[in-house]
């Protein structure tokens, strides 16, 4: 197993940058794809962007693609998402999830195949 813990959200302005982090222990960390999911108050989880085990490919939903950027650090076992140009629309709870499965590069936007999540971590972005 490995667990997941975030941090790095907070309450900022349009415009402005967070860097958000997650933080793995257990098993080994570069055995897993990785993604940060988002949900906001009253709608579904949505996928935002993705990270395969040697951090070289990267995938993103479309509403993200060119302000934030993913990227994961194996030996200290930890994924980041810096996220620039914010809009208020981006505000959510941020989740970072794990997965040892062998996917498709279509596949790593679809929540029901990662295993492992975090506790998520607030952004909210002011107008």
């Known amino acids: 197993q490995v667990q997941l813990v975030e941090s790095g959200g907070g309450l900022v302005q349009a415009g402005g940058s967070l860097r958000l982090s997650c933080a793995a222990s257990?098993?080994?960390?570069?055995?897993?794809?990785m993604g940060w999911f988002r949900q906001a108050p009253g709608k579904e989880r949505e996928f935002a962007a993705a990270?395969?085990?040697?951090?070289?490919?990267?995938y993103y939903a479309d509403s993200v693609k060119g302000r934030f950027t993913i990227t994961r650090d194996n030996a200290k076992k930890t994924v980041y998402l810096q996220m620039n140009s914010l809009k208020p629309e981006d505000t959510a709870v941020y989740y970072c999830a794990a997965t040892p499965r062998w996917l498709y590069y279509s596949d790593y936007a679809s929540d029901y195949n990662y295993e492992y999540w975090g506790q998520g971590t607030q952004v909210s972005v002011s107008s």
């Open positions: 990270i395969s085990r040697s951090g070289e490919n990267t």
């Open positions: 257990g098993r080994t960390f570069s055995s897993y794809i």
